[in-house]
C-alpha cells in the first residue's frame, strides 16, 4: 500500500512556504550541464553537420552519414500508409478539431485614421520558418508533432522542418505519419541539443529557422535558453503538472486516475489534489492504493506521487483560489459542480479541465486547444503555445501633410527635452509643409 500523499494546511501559517519547499518552485540551473551544452552548441555552429554527425552517432548509438540525417518523403508517407487504419482515423480526427480550434486564434492586420489625418495600424505576417522538436525513440509523441505543427501551419508559416532523435536507428512510424497528417516539410532524425543549434544556426543539410518549439529533455531545454535571441523559442518547459479541486460531488476513482495520468510521465511530474472536505481527500488516497498495484508504469507513478504529490485542505472554494493563484499550474481540472461559476476566480492557468466529465487527457491529445502549456507557475505572465506564436506585428504609420505638421510640434518639444536636437530638427523639417 503506498503511503498517504503529503498534506497541507492552508490554515497553517507558514502554507505558501511549505507548498513552494515540497514542489521545488526555485529551481537552480545545473551548471555543468550547461556547460556541456555550449560545447555542444559552438561545435554545431562552428563545425556543421560534422559536428552533428559526431554527437547524433554518440548520443543515440548510430553510424550514421549524412545522406542518414534528413527522413526521406516517401518513407514519411508510408508510414502513414501503413500504420493501422483505426490509429491513423483518430489521428486525422484530432488533427482536424486541434486545427478547428486553431483557426479562431489567427490574427488579422489592421488600421484606422486618426482625427489629426494619419493612417495607424498594425500588419500581421507569418513567420518565415519554424523548427518542431518531437521527443523520439521507443516512445511515441504523435500528439506533440499535432500541437506544434498544426498552429503554425494556421498562422500561414511558409516552412516547417521537424527534428526528432532515433536512438539505436529506431524510427516511430506514429510520429512520422503525425509528420505526413500535418504537412510537415522536412524531418531530420537527430535530437538533443545538438538538433537545437542546427535549427538555430543551420548545418550544410539542416536549414537554420525563424523560431524552435516543442518539448524535450533537460539537454533540449538548456539549448532552447542558450540560443534565444538568434531564434525564437516556445518556452523552458519543466516537469507537467496537474492541479485538482475536487468537491463532494467528485469521483475519487476518477480523481485518482487524473493523478496518475500526470505522474507516469516521469519521477518530476507533479500531482496536487485540493479540496475542501477530508472525507473527499480521504476517498482518492483509498482510490489511489487500491488502483495503484494494476497501473503499467505503477514505479514511476508512485516515484513521482512520493516526491511532488500532495493533498491540501483549504477552507472553502476563495482559500482554494488564492492556492491556485499562487501556484498556476500548468493544468487545473476543476471537479466541481459549478466548475462555470468558479472559474472566474481563477486568474493564472495555462488549461482549465470544467466538470467531472473533462479529463485533462482530452486536452493532451484531442479535445483543441493546445497542450504546449506553461509550467513552473510561468502561467502567471505566459500563454499556451497558439497560432499567435507564429505570427508577428509590425506597426503601421502613415502621414499625411497635415496631420505630419501636427505631430512635429509634439516629438520637436519632447526631443529637444531629452536633448536630442537631430530627433528635433527632423520633425521640425516636416513642419515647414514644402511640397
Known amino acids: 500500500m503506498m503511503r498517504r500523499l503529503k498534506s497541507l494546511n492552508f490554515a497553517d501559517t507558514d502554507f505558501f512556504q511549505k507548498i513552494d519547499e515540497h514542489l521545488s518552485i526555485n529551481q537552480q540551473n545545473d551548471d555543468e550541464l550547461d556547460e556541456a551544452v555550449a560545447e555542444i552548441i559552438a561545435a554545431v555552429k562552428s563545425r556543421g553537420d560534422e559536428a552533428l554527425l559526431e554527437y547524433t552517432n554518440q548520443f543515440d548509438r548510430r553510424n550514421a552519414g549524412v545522406a542518414d540525417l534528413e527522413i526521406p518523403a516517401q518513407s514519411i508517407q508510408s508510414a502513414l500508409n501503413e500504420i493501422p487504419a483505426i490509429l491513423r482515423q483518430e489521428l486525422e480526427q484530432a488533427a482536424e478539431r486541434i486545427r478547428r480550434y486553431h483557426e479562431h486564434q489567427r490574427l488579422e492586420s489592421w488600421t484606422y485614421e486618426d482625427s489629426d489625418g494619419s493612417l495607424l495600424g498594425q500588419k500581421v505576417t507569418a513567420l518565415d520558418s519554424v523548427g518542431v522538436y518531437v521527443p523520439g525513440g521507443k516512445a511515441?509523441?504523435?500528439?506533440?508533432?499535432?500541437?506544434?505543427?498544426?498552429?503554425?501551419?494556421?498562422?500561414?508559416?511558409?516552412?516547417?522542418?521537424?527534428?526528432?532523435?532515433?536512438?539505436?536507428?529506431?524510427?516511430?512510424?506514429?510520429?512520422?505519419?503525425?509528420?505526413?497528417?500535418?504537412?510537415?516539410?522536412?524531418?531530420?532524425?537527430?535530437?538533443?541539443?545538438?538538433?537545437?543549434?542546427?535549427?538555430?544556426?543551420?548545418?550544410?543539410?539542416?536549414?537554420?529557422?525563424?523560431?524552435?518549439?516543442?518539448p524535450g529533455n533537460r539537454y533540449v531545454a538548456a539549448a532552447k535558453r542558450r540560443v534565444f535571441g538568434t531564434v525564437g523559442i516556445d518556452m523552458i518547459a519543466g516537469p507537467s503538472e496537474i492541479l485538482i479541486l475536487a468537491d463532494s460531488a467528485a469521483k475519487a476513482d476518477w480523481i485518482a486516475m487524473d493523478l496518475f495520468a500526470q505522474a507516469e510521465h516521469d519521477e518530476d511530474a507533479r500531482a496536487i489534489l485540493v479540496s475542501t472536505s477530508t472525507e473527499v481527500l480521504d476517498a482518492v488516497q483509498q482510490s489511489i492504493n487500491r488502483l495503484l498495484p494494476e497501473m503499467e508504469r505503477r514505479e514511476i507513478i508512485q516515484a513521482s506521487l512520493d516526491k511532488n504529490g500532495c493533498f491540501i485542505q483549504v477552507g472553502n472554494l476563495q482559500e482554494a483560489a488564492e492556492v491556485i493563484n499562487h501556484l498556476a499550474p500548468e493544468h487545473l481540472e476543476l471537479a466541481l459542480a459549478n466548475a462555470e461559476e468558479f472559474v472566474n476566480e481563477v486568474k493564472h492557468a495555462g488549461a482549465i479541465f470544467m466538470g467531472n466529465y473533462t479529463a485533462e487527457v482530452f486536452g493532451d491529445y484531442c479535445a483543441g486547444p493546445n497542450h504546449v502549456l506553461p509550467t513552473a507557475r510561468t502561467a502567471r505572465f505566459s500563454s499556451p503555445l497558439g497560432v499567435y506564436d507564429f505570427q508577428k506585428r509590425s506597426s503601421i504609420i502613415m502621414c499625411s501633410k497635415d496631420s505630419a505638421a501636427v505631430l512635429a510640434d509634439t516629438a520637436s518639444v519632447l526631443a529637444r527635452g531629452e536633448g536630442l536636437t537631430a530627433h528635433a530638427r527632423s520633425a521640425e523639417f516636416r513642419q515647414k509643409l514644402e511640397d
Open 140 to 214: 511515441a509523441y504523435p500528439s506533440s508533432v499535432l500541437m506544434n505543427t498544426l498552429p503554425a501551419k494556421v498562422a500561414g508559416v511558409e516552412k516547417i522542418i521537424m527534428t526528432v532523435p532515433t536512438p539505436d536507428a529506431e524510427i516511430n512510424p506514429l510520429v512520422l505519419a503525425a509528420a505526413a497528417i500535418v504537412g510537415v516539410d522536412r524531418v531530420f532524425s537527430v535530437g538533443g541539443a545538438q538538433a537545437v543549434a542546427a535549427l538555430a544556426y543551420g548545418t550544410q543539410s539542416i536549414p537554420a529557422v525563424d523560431k524552435i518549439v516543442g
